[in-house]
């Protein structure tokens, strides 16, 4: 799962996450895998929210909560980008957590064209620089796939560098 925030058209950060997976032992159900997951969130299963999702992803891979799981066969139970399964990235860190570069190298040229053609699209109604988040998938061939694109995002500090040098410089 991408996540990468812009400026305009320029791609300034990027999170870069696996789908949420549980990992067969040949022994544990399906739903005991997941339970362990969700605890390892900091989360309880009577608050789990998102079971109906996890069902469903799990149904898809023609997997039920009884089932038990091959070993080392993996699952993903979600695919949302967020912090669901391990805990808020978000807040005060004493290192940052961009993956940008990695993503540039691996997909080329893919993420300044997406930032060019969303900046395009958005200058036809706002002739200004604007902060905004694309979410997508990373195949295995290092292809982005987009989903969506938002402008009501959080934005990491290093945001601060990319507009500053826009308005100020």
């Avoid at 791609?11 to 040949?26: L, V």
């Avoid at 996890?54 to 993996?74: H, I, K, P």
């Avoid at 796939?145 to 945001?159: A, D, Q, R, Y």
Wanted: with cysteine; hydrophobic share 40%.
């Amino acid at each position: 799962m991408i996540k990468a925030w812009f400026w305009g058209s320029r791609p300034f950060f990027a999170h870069m996450d696996p789908f949420p997976e549980i990992t067969g032992d040949g022994r544990s159900t399906v739903e005991d895998l997941l339970r362990r997951k969700v605890g390892r969130g900091r989360r309880k299963w009577e608050d789990f929210e998102d079971l109906p999702t996890a069902r469903d992803c799990l149904a898809f891979q023609g997997l039920r909560m009884d089932d038990v799981l091959e070993d080392q066969r993996q699952a993903w139970v979600d695919f949302r980008y967020g912090p669901r399964y391990a805990g808020s990235k978000l807040g005060a860190t004493a290192e940052s957590d961009n993956a940008l570069d990695e993503l540039l190298r691996r997909t080329g040229r893919q993420l300044h064209e997406m930032g060019r053609a969303l900046a395009e699209l958005l200058r036809k109604t706002m002739p200004v620089p604007i902060m905004l988040t694309a979410d997508g998938m990373l195949d295995q061939d290092n292809n982005l796939w987009w989903l969506e694109m938002n402008t009501n995002s959080l934005m990491p500090p290093e945001g601060y560098a990319a507009m500053f040098e826009d308005l100020f410089a």
